[in-house]
């Protein structure tokens, strides 16, 4: 379940349900399903190891580096996020996606594939 806002009504909603233009409400502990754009920050520091490789916390807010990545944690704070991509569009479903394709084809150069889908 994860939480959002939708007609100013705070609801909790699976994350299969969530769509482009929500806003969630992202904390402490939450993994991100989806991409999004933070609108509201309190503190908010985030673990982009799972896509990037950085090991240190990366500190978002509406100022500072407000683009949040489907996949990644939240580390420290609390915040709200506007919901700008789900699913196979997500970051994390496109990188799926991409991987899914190397894995599929039987060729020796399955790179190429992955570097024509870019």
């Known amino acids: 379940m994860f939480s959002v806002i939708r007609e100013g009504l705070p ?3 699976p994350v299969n349900e969530l769509v482009v233009g929500d806003i969630a409400q992202i904390k402490y502990g939450d993994l991100l399903p989806t ?4 609108v509201q920050s309190n ?16 500190k978002k807010s509406v100022e500072n580096d407000p683009i949040l990545l489907s996949g990644t944690n939240i580390m420290e704070g609390s915040g709200r996020m506007l919901v ?9 479903g496109i990188i799926m996606t991409l991987l899914g394709a190397v894995e599929s084809n039987d ?12």
């Open 43 to 58: 503190d908010l520091k985030i673990d982009e190891s799972s896509l990037t490789g950085e090991s240190d916390l990366i």
């Open 84 to 92: 700008t991509a789900v699913g196979i569009h997500s970051q994390t």
């Open 35 to 38: 991409d999004g754009v933070v």
């Open 107 to 118: 060729d020796e150069d399955g790179i190429f594939v992955l570097l024509n889908l870019l």
């Open 11 to 13: 609801l909790q909603i």
